[in-house]
Structure formats: C-alpha cells, structure tokens
C-alpha cells in the first residue's frame, strides 16, 4: 500500500473486526452457546472494478441484512448495506410486495428527489430514475465525490469493509456486540431522515433519524464521520458536488428542518443554517459526552438519544431534551435514563424511540420535564433500531426485519406486517 489517504475511523473498524475473530477464537474454555454476528472485514478494490457497468436491476428478493429504509409515495426502499437497494410496492402496508433489487455495491445511503434516486457506490453518486419502479433505470454516475475511504489515485486502488457474517462461542461475545456492531462509513446502521415535502417543484422522501444523506431546498447533503458534502440537485439528473465542510469527527446522522441542518456526532448536536442552501453556516454546537447521538426535532425542542456500545466509544444511554428556541445557544431542559437508546421518530406529541434489543417505546413529550411520568407503551419483544412515523403506518427497523403498524392510537399499536430477514444475527 502506498500514498494512501488514510481515514482512520476505517482503519480502527478493520482492526475492530479483526480482533473480534481472534479474540472470540481464544476463548473456547468459556463456551456455552454459539453466536451469529456480523463484522466488517478490510478488503482492497479496483475503483475500475465497479464503474465497468450500470448498476442491475434484478428480481425482488428476501432481505438479508436490511439497512437504511426510505418511504416514497406508495414505495418503500430498503437498503442492503454493502449490496443494494430493494424496492417494495407498499399501497397496502399490510401485505408489502417486492418489486426488485437494485444491486449496488459499497451502497450504504439513499435519498429521492422527484423520482430520482440517489444512491453511493463506494466513492461515486449514482442517479435512477425511478419514476417506474418496476422498470427502473440509472442515468448518471458522479465520480470521485466520497472520498471518505482510504484510496491510491495513482493505482487506482481503495480500501473498504465487507460485510462477514462470524459465528462466535462465548458469553462474553453477546454481552460485548449487544446489538451495537452496525456498519456504515460511521460504524453505525445508516437511515435516511428527510422531511416529506413538496416545495419548488421538488418532492422528497421520507425516512428515519439516523440519515447521513438528506434533501432540502434542491439540494442534497451527506455527511460522513468528519465532513459535510453539498450538492445542487436543481437539475434532478445531473447532480453538481459544489464543496465539502469540515464538522471534526465522529459525525453520525443528519436531520433538515425549517432551513437548518442537525447533525449529530460522538461528541455534540452541530446546527448549520441552510437559509443560503449551496453554502450551509454553522449557527452552534451542543456538546455532550461521548456517544452515539441520532436526532429529530419541532420548533422548540431537539431529543437526542445517546447510547453506550463498543462503536459509540462506550458512552451513556438516556434520552437528552433540547430547547432549541436560540438555535445559537442551545441549552440542555433534562435528560432520562434509558436501557440502550437508538433512532427516534416524532409524530405530533408522540416520540417513538427505539431501545434496540430491548424493544420498542412511546412516549407523550407535550410536557418535556415529565415524559417518564407519560410513557404510552413498550413492546418488549420488538427489537428496534430506528422508526418512520409515515402517512399510512409507523415503520419499525430492526435486526430481525420491518414491521408496519397502526398508529392512529398513540398508545396502542397494531401489527399490520413484517418483513423478515433470511439470517438474523444475534443483538
């Protein structure tokens, strides 16, 4: 290897998932139940290798390993992490059908602008235009705009992870991975949180709250674990990179509202004013101790969850309550124990949170001091990992698949249907 441009979050995640095979293999005299798990194992690619060929479409098929989930119009778009995209007919949420499966490796993030979709291909931007999806097409490839990976120009070489599925025996190994090992370019399970909207002659997509790729005002934003990327999209096929802004490290999940960017980090909530969409200001920083750090927020508050995990530098787990009137000052209101706090979704008075393998709760959050004394309901058998309160049904990701519900009682959710995956691992 040589002239690398060195990322080293890549870096410690290659040895993370080494070490999690030689460390797991050295401990058989602890044994007492065997363990599937995925890791992300470092592997070196021909950047010719992918940009031989347009993307395939193929057949709709069973979910594996389902990543980031996105809902546009009577479709619902689920990410394979490192493989793809599928695309579901959701017009009835009860009985979801696969249409096909888009095949993209290294694709890991997903947004759609008025039928065209945006998807990473390992460094490049891919467009589709989606506007039938059952005869999907790609029409641009944008070279060269992540540059987030280790890579050599001159070889035209670069360094990813591929996602391995390890089989393990030790306690140790469950109570260590405890449902905290997700993979993307931040070490985290990636979704998509762009508001729903129409404006402009734009109309955007809607997802969950851990998005590293989000639409707004004609442009699409992507973070990665230091940088913010900007791009003009006003001409919906030709996506224009315009500058990349530097945000420190550990940035994880972005979140657009009313013209301003919250995007969420190791270490602090970041807030960015997009009022000028090609040239985002940073307006304050919210700094907290170190963990993973997903956000949505109204006019006046932002809730934060925070949580403990190998790959959150350990951290805390509690929900964080933001008033968030002067987005110059923001000032911490409380905050509220919780078990081990993922992605959060907010509808009206209602804020859904997902406690990973510890399930699913509700809560009402009109009174901010007091919504311990105001949980609605906790599904503890649900394993959830992040949430989209859509127009027909409450969305639920997790490790053992998708779940739709009926939320027109707050307080009482309706199963309509889950999506499966083929192999769940263990949280």
């Known amino acids: 290897m040589k002239n690398f441009n060195s990322n080293s979050t890549l870096i410690v995640w290659g040895i993370i998932a080494i070490f999690s095979v030689t460390f797991f293999s050295s401990c058989e005299d602890q044994v007492s139940s065997t363990y599937t798990y995925r890791a992300m194992m470092p592997v070196y690619l021909q950047m010719s290798d992918f940009r031989t060929n347009e993307a395939l479409i193929e057949p709709g098929r069973q979910l594996e390993n389902p990543g980031k989930i996105y809902i546009y119009g009577d479709f619902l778009l689920i990410n394979e992490p490192q493989k793809g995209i599928h695309i579901l007919d959701n017009t009835n949420p009860s009985s979801p059908i696969s249409l096909n499966f888009i095949k993209i490796p290294g694709n890991v993030d997903l947004a759609v602008n008025s039928n065209m979709l945006y998807a990473d291909n390992y460094l490049d931007l891919l467009v589709f235009d989606i506007s039938n ?9 944008v070279e060269d705009v992540f540059q987030n990976m280790i890579t050599d120009a001159s070889s035209g070489t670069f360094m990813t992870l591929k996602d391995t599925v390890l089989t393990g025996e030790s306690n140790f190994m469950s109570g260590w991975w405890g449902g905290n090992f997700f993979w993307n370019r931040g070490g985290m399970l990636s979704f998509s949180n762009d508001a729903a909207s129409v404006s402009g002659g734009e109309s955007y997509g809607q997802g969950g709250s851990m998005a590293r790729f989000t639409l707004m005002n004609a442009h699409l ?32 999940t972005i979140f657009p509202f009313q013209n301003r960017l919250f995007i969420g980090s190791n270490s602090g909530m970041h807030i960015y004013d997009a009022t000028e969409p090609s040239s985002p200001t940073k307006m304050s920083v919210y700094e907290h101790v170190t963990a993973c750090d997903p956000v949505v927020v109204n006019e006046q508050h932002a809730f934060v969850t925070l949580r403990s995990g190998v790959n959150c530098r350990f951290g805390v787990d509690e929900l964080q309550v933001l008033d968030i009137t002067n987005l110059y000052q923001p000032k911490l209101l409380k905050s509220y124990a919780m078990l081990n706090p993922h992605g959060l979704g907010l509808a009206g008075d209602v804020l859904y949170l997902a406690e990973g393998k510890h399930g699913l709760k509700s809560f009402n959050v009109a009174d901010v001091l007091a919504i311990d004394k105001n949980q609605l309901e906790y599904l503890k058998s649900l394993k959830s990992v992040d949430i989209i309160p859509g127009p027909k049904s409450l969305i639920v990701i997790g490790p053992d698949g998708v779940c739709q519900f009926d939320y027109s009682n707050p307080g009482k959710l309706i199963q309509l249907s889950c999506i499966d995956v083929k192999n769940p691992v263990v949280v």
């Not at 990665?224 to 994880?252: A, C, H, Y």
Request: charged letters at 30%.
């Open 221 to 252: 934003y992507a973070v990665d674990d230091f940088t913010l990327r900007v791009f003009d999209v006003q001409d919906k096929e030709m996506p224009k990179f315009l500058s990349t802004i530097n945000l420190g490290w550990g940035i994880e």
């Open 133 to 141: 999806p059952r005869a999907i097409k790609q029409v641009q490839r």
